[in-house]
């Protein structure tokens, strides 16, 4: 059997973050605006600098997937099921759901690189349901229903590079739909408003015990067979940058994107045994077949919880593996031999 790890400990914090503001009105999508991983909500929305394998994560800061690519191959998630939104209003046609796929390669081989150089390329879609609707004439009469919808489809790019420090840039190109305004006389489909935005990030990690490995220092095993691990991790995103103004029609007045930026530093401290260590990561269960829950607990917004579920299916240089993420309590467990 192997030995597991003795620690592990994550700290993570975010600086700031801030939205770009207006004079008057509302911002245009702010469904935009949800954090979709549900590892990141569980640690109170700090996905912008603490590094995921989780192809949603880059839904939050596309240079995760350009990290992703320095050793993994493939990797898809899911909600499963789909999250029900806001349920204490009482209704069950409002629902949110998130699928991901990325790939990544590493080419540094291929090009004769000295260093590790990676690309990845992914798709995620969020679909916000915001379930049927009824609509009316001026003296309360039926007319007919229609449903409303926003979502989003994101293509993602990212590249990785290591050398000394792990640095990841991304970017995804979101092409948003809305249709949340109901047919009007003489009209043959919903008002709908088609925005295109912009994504981009990047993270550096400092892995410190291989900085000093690298630098000629000794041994700096704390044990005779364990050996710690510390990195430093620094992550910028700025998200839904793009176009000035988004209309349903000529008769409704122009909403800004929800700019936002945010600025993360993470930190890992872990001590673990020689026999698994893998492209110095965290994970201490990564042989074929196995399985890690993490649970957390979720409140989007007024105080109503929300569950998320997701599975993940990664393929590595190392292993493929499973990974259920349910956020419904305060602790993380993971198995291991």
Not at 29 to 49: E, H, K, M, W, Y
Not at 309 to 331: E, Y
Request: proline share 7%; with cysteine; net charge neutral.
């Amino acid at each position: 059997m192997r030995s597991i790890v003795c620690c592990s400990i994550v700290l993570s914090a975010v600086f700031f973050s801030f939205t770009r503001s207006h004079a008057q009105g509302e911002t245009a999508v702010p469904f935009l605006q949800i954090t979709p991983s549900p590892d990141a909500n569980g640690r109170g929305n700090t996905g912008t600098a603490v590094v995921s394998d989780n192809p949603i994560g880059t839904i939050t800061n596309p240079a995760q997937l350009g990290l992703f690519s320095l050793h993994n191959y493939f990797a898809a998630s899911l909600y499963a099921p789909k999250t029900y939104w806001l349920p204490s209003l009482g209704t069950s046609d409002l629902a949110y759901g998130v699928w991901a796929v990325t790939g990544g390669y590493n080419v540094s081989e291929r090009l004769g690189l000295p260093f590790p150089v990676g690309i990845g390329v992914g798709f995620s879609n969020i679909l916000l349901d915001l379930g049927d609707f009824i609509r009316t004439n001026s003296s309360g009469t039926n007319l007919d229903k229609f449903r409303a919808y926003e979502t989003s489809h994101n293509i993602s790019l990212g590249i990785g590079v290591e050398y000394f420090l792990r640095l990841g840039i991304g970017s995804n190109l979101k092409m948003v739909r809305s249709s949340i305004i109901p047919i009007s006389a003489g009209q043959a489909s919903p008002a709908e408003a088609t925005p295109l935005a912009i994504d981009f990030g990047i993270i550096v990690q400092a892995p410190l015990v291989d900085i000093l490995k690298k630098a000629g220092v000794g041994s700096v095993n704390v044990l005779p067979d364990v050996e710690p691990l510390i990195n430093l991790t620094f992550g910028y995103a700025r998200c839904n940058v793009g176009d000035n103004s988004v209309m349903y029609s000529v008769d409704t007045d122009p909403d800004p994107l929800p700019r936002n930026a945010t600025i993360g530093l993470s930190a890992d401290f872990v001590l673990w045994s020689m026999q698994t260590r893998t492209h110095g990561r965290s994970l201490p269960s990564r042989s074929p077949g196995k399985l890690k829950t993490c649970s957390s607990s979720v409140v989007p917004m007024e105080r109503s919880h929300t569950n998320q579920v997701s599975a993940t299916f990664r393929f590595s240089d190392k292993l493929s593996a499973v990974t259920l993420r349910k956020p419904t309590g305060a602790a993380c467990t993971r198995d291991g031999s």
